[in-house]
């Protein structure tokens, strides 16, 4: 019983280290951030996160990693599930994706972590949509989101701030459409 619980502790010890860092990577990127800010975030001593984890880098890599979501059959589903993913990027960020995507471009565990669940995205939508260019209205549809997710959160474009939630969502609600059924200005008829 003493080896469960001594298990638990440290699932638990581990599991509060992974949380600062997400915090920590989150508020200041990966250069930021260092194992002692980890340590005292999650109130424990450094040599603890160093045993857990073993390096900043290897910590970096499971704090940031980002959940799976499972993504329903058909088009229709497939823009709920986008806009739902819209809804939730509308909002704060995750602590796990700000400091993604916060390090993405300086921190090559960072690039891979975030190119290999894109990656997935990608192809998991594209699964759900029909025609030749699923893949690529998957692709663009994946990229968008990205950008909005940047100019919200870290570029902080001026326009964001008089829009709501509900209108942020509504706007976006032609785009994702458009984009999942496949229906192109120039076949539907309307200007392009």
């Given at each position: 019983m003493t080896e469960t619980s001594r298990d638990?502790?440290?699932?638990?010890?581990?599991?509060?280290?992974?949380?600062?860092?997400?915090?920590?990577?989150?508020?200041?990127?990966?250069?930021?951030?260092?194992?002692?800010?980890?340590?005292?975030?999650?109130?424990i001593d450094p040599s603890l996160v160093m045993q857990h984890f073993g390096s900043k880098a290897a910590l970096f890599a499971t704090a940031v990693q980002l959940p799976a979501v499972s993504d329903g059959g058909g088009e229709r589903a497939a823009a709920d599930h986008l806009l739902d993913v819209l809804?939730?990027?509308?909002?704060?960020?995750?602590?796990?994706?700000?400091?993604?995507?916060?390090?993405?471009?300086?921190?090559?565990?960072?690039?891979?972590?975030?190119?290999?669940?894109?990656?997935?995205?990608v192809e998991n939508l594209a699964r759900s949509l029909d025609g030749d260019d699923a893949r690529l209205r998957a692709l663009l549809t994946v990229s968008g989101i990205l950008g909005i997710t940047i100019t919200q959160h870290f570029l902080r474009l001026s326009a964001f701030e008089g829009a709501?939630?509900?209108?942020?969502?509504?706007?976006?609600?032609?785009?994702?459409?458009?984009?999942?059924?496949?229906?192109?200005?120039?076949?539907?008829?309307?200007?392009?």
């Amino acid at each position: 019983m003493t080896e469960t619980s001594r298990d638990a502790r440290r699932a638990q010890t581990a599991e509060r280290i992974r949380e600062a860092a997400r915090q920590q990577f989150g508020a200041n990127g990966y250069e930021g951030t260092t194992i002692r800010s980890i340590a005292a975030a999650a109130g424990i001593d450094p040599s603890l996160v160093m045993q857990h984890f073993g390096s900043k880098a290897a910590l970096f890599a499971t704090a940031v990693q980002l959940p799976a979501v499972s993504d329903g059959g058909g088009e229709r589903a497939a823009a709920d599930h986008l806009l739902d993913v819209l809804g939730i990027r509308f909002d704060a960020l995750p602590a796990e994706t700000a400091a993604l995507v916060r390090s993405m471009l300086t921190v090559p565990e960072a690039a891979d972590t975030m190119r290999g669940y894109l990656d997935e995205r990608v192809e998991n939508l594209a699964r759900s949509l029909d025609g030749d260019d699923a893949r690529l209205r998957a692709l663009l549809t994946v990229s968008g989101i990205l950008g909005i997710t940047i100019t919200q959160h870290f570029l902080r474009l001026s326009a964001f701030e008089g829009a709501s939630h509900e209108d942020l969502l509504s706007a976006a609600r032609g785009w994702v459409e458009s984009l999942t059924t496949g229906s192109h200005p120039a076949e539907s008829g309307a200007p392009q």
